[in-house]
């Protein structure tokens, strides 16, 4: 298969010098992950599939972008997204931009450390506030968290989560 010239143009071999440390916090995802997935609705029923999860340097290596796709392939998908994940020294973090036009669902979000963990905070599509947590991480395996609330009073709730093992470096 021929790559074509947009993607030679979007994919990149890792992070310019004058950006690799700053790149750390995302960085070490680089690679193909599988994951089994569960999903917790409102009436307390509970959805799982597996999944997979791909990131990479894109952008002269400025920002990394992910592919989200559950179930594996070639089921037919109830997820296929991507995320954007740039970082501003201005912030001291990263502009999260997701995107699932499958589901016509997006979220823009604010990444930083928090701790051990990596804690993305923003907004939907459908108003609520987010909360996306990579936790657990070691270099070969993470646990996401992924919560939603109505207002900053409401307490935050799980609504998925993904258990992922690195495939390919």
Known sequence: MTI???????????????????????????????????????????????????????????????????????????????TLRIFDPGIDGWHLIWNDPLNRDHSRQIGRAEGKDIVQLG????????????TEITANSFHWIGEERPSESDPWQIKYEHLARRTKP
């Open 123 to 134: 907004t939907d599509s459908r108003g609520l506030k987010t909360r996306w947590r990579f």
């Open 4 to 82: 074509s010239p947009f993607l030679t143009a979007l994919g990149s071999e890792g992070p310019p010098a004058d950006r690799a440390k700053d790149m750390d916090l995302y960085g070490w995802l680089i690679g193909s992950w599988e994951m089994d997935t569960v999903h917790y609705l409102d009436d307390g029923t509970i959805q799982k599939w597996n999944g997979e999860c791909h990131f990479g340097w894109v952008l002269e290596g400025r920002a990394i972008q992910d592919v989200w796709i559950r179930p594996k392939r070639p089921a037919p998908s109830t997820m296929y997204g991507t």
